[in-house]
C-alpha cells in the first residue's frame, strides 16, 4: 500500500511516552475515521506508555467501525524479560507471516521497534518492497513532521532486538 504523507500532516506524538496512541490514532487518520485534529487517544493518560489498552479496543466507541488486537504480547518496555531465543524459534515466522498477510489485505501494522538502548518506539508498516524490506511511517515527539522509512530491513531489526508485538485491526 501507498500512503499520502499530506493526508496527515498536523498528526504529531504529543508526549514522550504517547507512541502507542500516537501510533494508534495515525492508523485511523489514515483510514479516514479520526479527524486530524482528534488526539484523544493520547490526552488519555491511561493509554500513554503502555499497549495493554490496544487488545480488544473499538472505534469509536459507539457504533464501532474497527477493533484493534495486540499480537504475540510483550511487555512495553524492556528487552530481555519477554524477548530471545523462545521468540525467534516459535514467533519470529508467524510474525511475519502475520504482518504480510495484514498489508496484503490492505491493513496497516503498528509494530515496536528499539530506538535507543532500552526503548522501543512505534512504527506504522505501510509497504512490503520484498522479503525483508518494508516502509513504514512514524512521528516522534518535539519533530512535527511524520517520518518516512523507505526499504528498512524489519527482519534484522526484530533478530537484534530477538522479538517484538505488532498491533493490528479488522473492521467490524
Known amino acids: 500500500m501507498k500512503i499520502n504523507v499530506e493526508e496527515i500532516k498536523g498528526h504529531c506524538q504529543k508526549t514522550q511516552t504517547s507512541c502507542v496512541p500516537m501510533s494508534v490514532e495515525c492508523v485511523l487518520k489514515l483510514l479516514k475515521l479520526m479527524s486530524i485534529d482528534d488526539f484523544s487517544l493520547q490526552d488519555d493518560p491511561g493509554k500513554s506508555g503502555t499497549s495493554d489498552w490496544v487488545r480488544g479496543f473499538l472505534y469509536p466507541s459507539s457504533d464501532p467501525k474497527v477493533v484493534f488486537s495486540r499480537e504475540f504480547l510483550l511487555k512495553d518496555s524492556g528487552f530481555r524479560e519477554?524477548?530471545?531465543?523462545?521468540?525467534?524459534?516459535?514467533?519470529?515466522?508467524p510474525l511475519f507471516e502475520t504482518i504480510d498477510k495484514e498489508l496484503a489485505d490492505g491493513r496497516y501494522v503498528i509494530i515496536s521497534l528499539k530506538?535507543?538502548?532500552?526503548?522501543?518506539?512505534?512504527?506504522?508498516?505501510?509497504?512490503?518492497?520484498?522479503?525483508?524490506?518494508?516502509?513504514?511511517?512514524?512521528f516522534y515527539h518535539g519533530n512535527p513532521d511524520p517520518v518516512t522509512y523507505p526499504a528498512q530491513d524489519l527482519r534484522q531489526r526484530v533478530t537484534e532486538m530477538e522479538g517484538t508485538d505488532i498491533l493490528t485491526y479488522k473492521f467490524l
Open 115 to 138: 530506538s535507543g538502548s532500552n526503548t522501543t518506539h512505534n512504527e506504522v508498516i505501510f509497504n512490503k518492497v520484498n522479503d525483508h524490506a518494508y516502509e513504514t511511517l512514524s
Open 82 to 93: 519477554d524477548r530471545g531465543a523462545h521468540f525467534m524459534k516459535d514467533y519470529f515466522e
